[in-house]
């Protein structure tokens, strides 16, 4: 049963930083895609960033240039370092995943999630 467990997010100003982190468990495929969702309230959920098995990376237009996807498969552990944060990256940030590589990109459907980190940039 694949679980993934997000942490690490809070409150910070503008221009600041946080590193989200996911915790996966259960996740036994050769290939696969993780990526970070998040919903801002009143929003719909949009998709940030993906990586893939090989290391292969996208981004949302809205953060490229100042997150920064990463994983470490040793501690079967997702993470997004975001830099530089607005206002406007105010949501709840959920951490996803699915079997398979050969479409990664940061779109639904995901077949696994987990239950969100709030993340809250003040001005």
């Known amino acids: 049963q694949v679980q993934l467990v997000e942490s690490g997010g809070g409150s910070v100003q503008a221009g600041g930083s946080l590193r989200l982190s996911c915790a996966a468990s259960?996740?036994?495929?050769?290939?696969?895609?993780m990526g970070w969702f998040r919903q801002a309230p009143g929003k719909e959920r949009e998709g940030v960033a993906t990586?893939?098995?090989?290391?292969?990376?996208t981004y949302a237009d809205s953060v490229k240039g100042r997150f920064t996807i990463s994983q470490d498969n040793a501690k079967s552990t997702l993470y997004l370092q975001m830099n530089s944060l607005k206002p406007e990256d105010t949501a709840m940030y959920y951490c996803?995943?699915?079997?398979?590589?050969?479409?990664?990109?940061?779109?639904?459907?995901?077949?696994?999630w987990g239950q969100g980190t709030q993340v809250t940039v003040s001005s």
């Open positions: 990586i893939d098995s090989a290391g292969s990376t």
């Open positions: 259960g996740y036994t495929f050769n290939s696969y895609c």
């Open positions: 996803a995943g699915e079997e398979g590589s050969a479409y990664c990109y940061p779109v639904e459907p995901f077949e696994y």
